[in-house]
């Protein structure tokens, strides 16, 4: 037998993905192919609202601020081939996917968007529609309208707090399996905060990174006690996938220790 044989396999760097389900296999597969392991818990649960086919007369291009609102677009016009502007690269890739012929990326926020749809298209050429759920992050609205642009919201879906964790994440919580958590937007943060408070489990926190998309996820971890606060370095989730193996090779002692 050669040396070494019975020592125990080294433990993978692994996070818990918070996305939902659409969306979280792609990002499984993304942390995979860099050696993280996941724990999939959705805290968002997806409902797509029915409804008429959507009216597109006078409209020059749709704007999507999230994958679901692509997804939920898809199933209330036929139409593939209005330009479509989307939040981030993830989102724009949805829409591709769903056959969408003219998709471009802001690659940022809400802000991103705004100011790429004003580079881009003249308010004179039509109105703009937002493809949005019940719930906003950011007020694109009010930048585009400044800008001289019509802007009309419909709202396609609804997104659902968990109200529970599941048992899986509640053993993995308590276990000591978990070196972090994603977390993707304000409301999925509150979330995370206020179940693992009601589960009893907030101490556990102190021993996972939080891995923040954007400063404004960050702030919304605030109320527990966390090993790091790790926050993109732009909101994407190229970024925030970087974040994760910079972190988990710091840990691992094969990477360059973070500033603080």
């Not at 080294?10 to 996305?19: H, K, N």
């Not at 942390?31 to 409902?47: H, K, M, Q, T, W």
């Not at 926020?109 to 050429?125: E, G, N, Q, Y």
């Not at 909101?235 to 500033?259: D, F, N």
Request: proline share 5%; net charge positive.
């Amino acid at each position: 037998m050669r040396a070494g044989a019975n020592a125990a396999a080294p433990r993978l760097f692994t996070v818990l993905i918070t996305r939902p389900d659409a969306d979280a296999g792609p990002l499984a597969a993304a942390l995979a192919a860099s050696g993280i392991a996941v724990v999939r818990e959705p805290l968002l649960l997806i409902d797509f609202l029915p409804g008429p086919p959507l009216v597109l007369a006078g409209v020059q291009a749709i704007l999507a601020t999230s994958a679901n609102g692509v997804r939920a677009l898809g199933l209330r016009t036929d139409c593939r081939m209005l330009p479509l502007f989307a939040v981030g690269d993830a989102t724009a890739r949805e829409a591709r996917g769903l056959g969408f012929a003219a998709v471009e990326s802001a690659s940022g926020d809400v802000a991103a968007l705004a100011k790429l749809v004003c580079a881009r298209l003249d308010p004179a050429h039509g109105a703009l529609l937002h493809a949005a759920g019940t719930a906003l992050a950011g007020d694109l609205a009010a930048g585009l309208t400044a800008a001289g642009f019509a802007c009309r919201r419909e709202v396609l879906y609804r997104a659902r707090t968990a109200e529970t964790l599941s048992p899986a994440a509640v053993a993995a919580l308590r276990g000591g399996a978990l070196a972090g958590v994603l977390l993707y937007s304000p409301r999925t943060a509150a979330t995370f905060v206020r179940l693992v408070m009601a589960a009893g489990l907030a101490t556990h926190c102190g021993r996972l990174h939080a891995f923040c998309l954007s400063a404004a996820v960050a702030a919304a971890v605030s109320d527990v006690t966390w090993k790091a606060v790790v926050t993109a370095a732009v909101p994407t989730e190229s970024a925030l996938i970087a974040a994760v193996v910079r972190t988990a090779a710091e840990v691992s002692g094969t990477g360059p220790k973070m500033r603080s």
